[in-house]
């Protein structure tokens, strides 16, 4: 187990029950999301965590493929699909590293609040391309410090160490962007609700 692992299993039960941060923001982007759903959709998620964005998509696709690293994460996400009933999500404790189905094989892609918790985003980002089938989505929500806090290349790995912060790997929105483009999608939607917040993008599968 990695000290990533580590951070959110132990943070899993008091994670699932903080509030939203700024809900008027998550219903646009879950409104956002399923105008480009449709019933017969396979989707993959990665770092999905307690599954709430899951459950709330499930209606609206075929199935969901929910991943994520942290078992404590995954026991919490289990436990709220069974208590709505929920049946068309399989959730999976992996990695966007580890999974072996062939390219090609979704047709969206969630990676919400999680590339910049992964030291390889950008491999990340071309694999995403490969997995998806041609006009496939991939839907990111990212926290690009790079824009606002550059210092925090400075201050994160000091929080890393003594566990009181998971990694955070700290690169701009411009960035982000050139990363997309250059594994071949076409960026179709892109909305950032302020200055200081996650950049929210619809990127497509040409």
């Known amino acids: 187990m990695n000290p990533s692992t580590k951070f959110w299993d132990k943070i899993a039960e008091r994670y699932s029950k903080q509030p939203i941060a700024d809900e008027a923001a998550y219903q646009k982007k879950l409104e956002v999301t399923?105008?480009?759903?449709n019933p017969d959709m396979e989707v993959l998620e990665i770092g999905c965590g307690t599954g709430s964005t899951a459950i709330i998509h499930a209606p609206y696709v075929k199935h969901i493929q929910a991943i994520d690293f942290s078992s404590k994460m995954l026991e919490i996400a289990k436990s709220k699909a069974e208590?709505?009933?929920?049946?068309?999500?399989?959730?999976?404790?992996?990695?966007?590293?580890?999974i072996t189905v062939e390219d090609e094989t979704y047709d969206a892609i969630l990676?919400?609040?999680?590339?910049?918790?992964?030291?390889?985003w950008e491999e990340v980002i071309i694999k995403v391309y490969k997995l998806l089938k041609p006009?496939?989505?991939?839907?990111?929500s990212t926290n690009c410090l790079g824009d606002t806090?550059?210092?925090?290349?400075?201050?994160?790995?000091?929080g890393k160490f003594f566990g009181l912060m998971p990694f955070v790997k700290v690169f701009t929105t411009k960035e982000l962007e050139n990363s997309l483009i250059n594994a071949g999608f076409n960026i179709d939607y892109q909305w950032q609700p302020s200055k200081d917040k996650a950049i929210f993008i619809v990127a497509k599968k040409a």
């Not at 068309?88 to 992996?94: A, G, K, P, V």
């Not at 006009?135 to 990111?140: E, P, Q, W």
């Open 83 to 98: 208590a709505q009933n929920i049946k068309n999500i399989t959730f999976e404790q992996s990695t966007i590293d580890n």
């Open 111 to 120: 990676g919400l609040s999680i590339l910049h918790l992964l030291n390889n």
């Open 135 to 140: 006009g496939g989505i991939f839907v990111t």
């Open 149 to 158: 806090m550059k210092w925090f290349k400075i201050v994160g790995p000091i």
């Open 34 to 37: 399923q105008d480009y759903f």
